[in-house]
């Protein structure tokens, strides 16, 4: 057996990590992966599922070749190009007969992974002239761009990680998630540790002390959901105190005032009665951001983005760096205009309130709007909140053929059985997907891809690298090995080329069309990527670790002279919310969801060993993950009569499911940490080998968020009991007969 290394990436997140492959010269398969010490960025940090790549790309549940499903439910083999023929042909008749809107996409996070499939689904239905374009950004992090959109932007964008002597995280675990803006998503651990150790100070929100909660100055440690009191309770210090940056404000600011009588009722006393959390701490951490330090700001992650309130949580804690004035300013230095988007100037100095969703093309479901998330698009995103509603909905316009790329729907939209009954309407559902998961198997066909060893790629490029890269970064790799032998996988973008081809239209990628006589190669597609770059595309293939372009850097612009764009913190609609909140109905340690009271609410997180739906079955990680447990205090749990293994039953006002308790100390009472995309199908699930699927706790036919119809994914109000041994029998009798 004769073993070579070679270099490359990993992209099973999108943090990039270098890595070393050993690669078995006979079998031309990867054997061993390591960390990188070499790596510009990651400087040898990879995390267990990268080390288990091995696992995963040579797994039994790998698809090799297309699939087709016949009617008994079970798969065929079928050439690639005669399915291609047929799912054109579908698609065809579908647009023929109720118009291009019948036909939606949803592009997963195992596209937004890879530079070429990224957009691939998005350019199609744009070419066939359909918007149901759908994609997890909505039910993730979507509170991000109504913020935005709401408030104004500062083009330059908040403090970075090196200016900053101080930073503040709701909601979010970049030690665990690696995904973090300001901060680096390659290697967040170092970044934090190097920031520390210069004497950065850190602020933690999180109903669980986190792995990042254990570098906090200061934690605190609140009832999930309570993020809009907790920023507002902040705001209403820091302007009492006079702690703002009243020059900031004066210049940029449009209705400071508005934004004060908001927060008036958001005393310290009611904040902390509201959150479970002190007073005093509330003011120390208040005063530790504003008061106490001088530069670096506040941001969020899915914690915040996902509970109720999530825009107005957002625009919040937005607000809190907007009177604090903690944004880069003319003169200062930005480190990543981004390496591989158009340069452009960033100036100092506000660009209004857009409000893009309110523009352009409207849902037939309660008018929902788009969101624009990347440019060189001409239509924006819909709402995942309401993609069931668009399946399931009759009438012109209704989705009738779904397109999927690198997304396990059924596992990780809410509302679990609704999505459900929503798929099993289609007259088509493709999917381009490299293993047999839950969704693959509801698929009509199933276009298996190749993985990333096995295909060129570029480092992160789309959702706003220049902010989750520390550096201005970029790498491109060569495939390192090709694909299992005989295996019949291709690209991503390749079959969506070929389904434009056979639908006859033209697919513009990034802005530019694409040949569609002759097939390109997938590095002509990584070629217009890059055309933005400082250097050809040719320069950085012959760099084998890529490049840190530091000469890029920018400094910011001084304003144009007669500028009179300003923040809008307080809009009307942002203050009805606001009111709203304050109508709710307080019980600390209960939660209230139509009209019923709950003692627990139960939150998402990450888990180190998975990637949402995906790695669940690789055996190493199945050894330290077998399911998604439902971590509680362990405390309480001896206060309910739980025991740490038991099962018990979780119930929401949407639905129940079955959980594993385990005992968490980093958590606090009331509150039930669990992770999402577990789980099989509904009514065909054993939750002690599954998991269990979040998503049936959740309704997308009420609470949603305005604006981005954000389902509430965290701080769910649920109950929790006992599983009864007479109900566990019947379980175990059901599962025994499968
Ligand atoms: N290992 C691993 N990495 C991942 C993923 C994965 O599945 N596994 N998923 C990737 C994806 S898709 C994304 S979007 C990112 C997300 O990255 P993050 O946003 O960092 O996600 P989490 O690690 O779940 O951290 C969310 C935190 O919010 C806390 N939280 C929950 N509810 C609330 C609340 O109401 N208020 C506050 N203040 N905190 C709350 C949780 O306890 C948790 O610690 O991670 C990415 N990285
Ligand atoms: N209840 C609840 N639900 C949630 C969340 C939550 O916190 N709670 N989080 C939400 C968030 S933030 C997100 S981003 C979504 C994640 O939702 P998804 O994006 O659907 O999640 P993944 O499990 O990462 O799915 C990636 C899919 O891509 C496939 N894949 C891997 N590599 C490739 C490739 O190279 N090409 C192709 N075509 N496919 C590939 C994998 O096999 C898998 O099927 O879940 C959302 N749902
Ligand atoms: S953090 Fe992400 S990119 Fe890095 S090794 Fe782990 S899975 Fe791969
Ligand atoms: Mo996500």
């Given at each position: 057996m004769t073993l070579t290394e070679t270099k490359s990436f990993c992209q099973i997140c999108s943090a990039c990590c270098g890595t070393k492959l050993t690669i078995d010269d006979s079998t031309g398969r990867v054997v061993k992966v390591r960390g990188d010490k070499d790596d510009l960025m990651s400087s040898g940090y990879a995390c267990i599922k990268g080390l288990e790549a091995p696992a995963a790309l040579y797994s039994d549940n790998r698809i090799l070749e297309p699939l087709k499903r016949m009617a008994d439910g079970s798969f065929q083999p079928i050439a690639f190009s005669t399915a291609l023929d047929e799912v054109a042909a579908k698609l065809q008749?579908?647009?023929?007969?109720?118009?291009?809107?019948?036909?939606?996409?949803?592009?997963?996070?195992?596209?937004?992974?890879?530079?070429?499939?990224?957009?691939?689904?998005?350019?199609?239905?744009?070419?066939?002239?359909?918007?149901?374009?759908?994609?997890?950004?909505?039910?993730?992090?979507?509170?991000?761009?109504?913020?935005?959109?709401?408030?104004?932007?500062?083009?330059?964008?908040?403090?970075?990680?090196?200016?900053?002597?101080?930073?503040?995280?709701?909601?979010?675990?970049?030690?665990?998630?690696?995904?973090?803006?300001?901060?680096?998503?390659?290697?967040?651990?170092?970044?934090?540790?190097?920031?520390?150790?210069r004497g950065m100070k850190v602020i933690v929100i999180d109903p669980r002390r986190t792995e990042t909660a254990e570098f906090a100055d200061i934690f605190l440690q609140p009832y999930p959901g309570e993020d809009v009191s907790i920023a507002a309770g902040f705001i209403r210090i820091i302007l009492k105190e006079g702690w703002e940056d009243k020059a900031f404000c004066a210049d940029h600011v449009q209705d400071l005032e508005e934004l004060r009588r908001a927060v008036e009722p958001f005393t310290p006393e009611y904040v902390a009665n509201r959150a479970g959390i002190l007073a005093h701490d509330l003011w120390r951490a208040a005063s530790l951001f504003a008061h106490e330090s001088k530069r670096g700001g506040a941001g969020s992650g899915?914690?915040?983005?996902?509970?109720?309130?999530?825009?107005?949580?957002?625009?919040?804690?937005?607000?809190?760096?907007?009177?604090?004035?903690?944004?880069?300013?003319?003169?200062?230095?930005?480190?990543?205009?981004?390496?591989?988007?158009?340069?452009?100037?960033?100036?100092?100095?506000?660009?209004?309130?857009?409000?893009?969703?309110?523009?352009?093309?409207?849902?037939?479901?309660?008018?929902?709007?788009?969101?624009?998330?990347?440019?060189?698009?001409?239509?924006?995103?819909?709402?995942?909140?309401?993609?069931?509603d668009?399946?399931?909905?009759?009438?012109?316009?209704?989705?009738?053929?779904?397109?999927?790329?690198?997304?396990n729907i059924i596992n990780i939209v809410p509302d679990q059985e609704k999505t459900?009954?929503?798929?099993?309407?289609?007259?088509?559902?493709?999917?381009?997907?490299?293993?047999?998961?839950?969704?693959a198997r509801m698929s009509d066909y199933i276009f298996p891809t190749t993985l990333h060893y096995e295909r060129p790629d570029l480092t992160h490029?789309?959702?706003?690298?220049?902010?989750?890269?520390?550096?201005?970064?970029?790498?491109?790799k060569p495939a390192a090995v090709s694909p299992p032998a005989g295996a019949q996988v291709v690209d991503d973008w390749i079959v969506v080329w070929e389904l434009a081809k056979r639908l006859g239209v033209q697919l513009v990628?990034?802005?530019?069309?694409?040949?569609?006589?002759?097939?390109?190669?997938?590095?002509?597609?990584?070629?217009?990527?890059?055309r933005h770059a400082p250097i050809s595309f040719d320069e950085l293939k012959a760099m084998p670790l890529g490049k840190i372009f530091n000469e890029?850097?920018?400094?910011?612009?001084?304003?144009?002279?007669?500028?009179?764009?300003r923040f809008t913190t307080m809009p009307m609609d942002v203050a009805a919310e606001l009111e709203e909140v304050l109508s709710e109905r307080v019980e600390p340690g209960f939660a209230f969801s139509q009209g019923q009271r709950f003692t627990h609410r139960l939150t998402s997180r990450r888990l180190r060993e998975v990637i949402n739906s995906t790695g669940h079955d690789i055996p190493a990680i199945r050894r330290r993950m077998p399911t998604n447990y439902a971590y509680m205090n362990p405390e309480e749990m001896i206060d309910l009569g739980i025991s740490n293994g038991e099962k018990v039953k979780i119930s929401s006002d949407n639905g129940s499911i079955f959980g594993i308790a385990r005992a968490d100390p980093t958590l606090r009472r009331s509150v039930i940490s669990m992770s999402h995309g577990w789980g099989g199908l509904p009514g065909q699930t054993n939750f002690e080998t599954e998991g269990s699927n979040t998503g049936i706790l959740i309704s997308t036919d009420r609470d949603l968020d305005p604006i981005n119809a954000m389902p509430r994914m965290s701080a769910i109000p649920v109950n929790v009991t006992r599983v009864a041994p007479q109900v566990e029998e019947t379980l175990?009798?059901?599962?025994?007969?499968?």
């Open positions: 008749d579908s647009i023929d007969r109720y118009g291009a809107e019948s036909i939606a996409g949803f592009r997963g996070s195992g596209a937004v992974v890879n530079a070429t499939a990224g957009l691939i689904v998005h350019n199609l239905l744009e070419a066939i002239g359909s918007h149901k374009s759908f994609s997890p950004y909505t039910i993730d992090q979507s509170a991000k761009n109504i913020s935005a959109g709401r408030l104004g932007i500062w083009p330059p964008g908040r403090d970075t990680l090196r200016d900053s002597d101080m930073r503040m995280f709701f909601g979010i675990n970049p030690l665990v998630s690696v995904l973090c803006s300001y901060l680096d998503m390659t290697n967040p651990m170092k970044r934090l540790k190097d920031a520390r150790a899915t914690g915040t983005n996902m509970a109720p309130h999530s825009n107005l949580a957002e625009h919040l804690i937005e607000c809190l760096n907007v009177v604090c004035g903690r944004y880069l300013r003319a003169g200062d230095v930005f480190p990543n205009p981004s390496v591989l988007r158009p340069s452009w100037t960033r100036q100092a100095q506000v660009i209004p309130a857009q409000r893009w969703w309110e523009e352009g093309y409207k849902s037939r479901i309660k008018g929902y709007g788009t969101l624009t998330t990347t440019i060189g698009t001409k239509f924006g995103e819909m709402m995942t909140g309401i993609f069931a668009e399946i399931l909905e009759p009438g012109e316009g209704q989705v009738r053929c779904v397109i999927n790329n690198g997304s459900f009954r929503a798929l099993k309407s289609l007259d088509l559902l493709v999917s381009i997907e490299p293993y047999m998961n839950e969704t490029w789309m959702y706003a690298a220049e902010i989750m890269y520390s550096e201005p970064y970029a790498r491109y990628f990034d802005g530019i069309p694409l040949n569609m006589l002759t097939r390109p190669e997938t590095d002509d597609l990584l070629r217009i990527i890059v890029t850097a920018q400094v910011i612009a001084a304003a144009d002279p007669g500028n009179t764009g175990e009798a059901l599962i025994d007969a499968g």
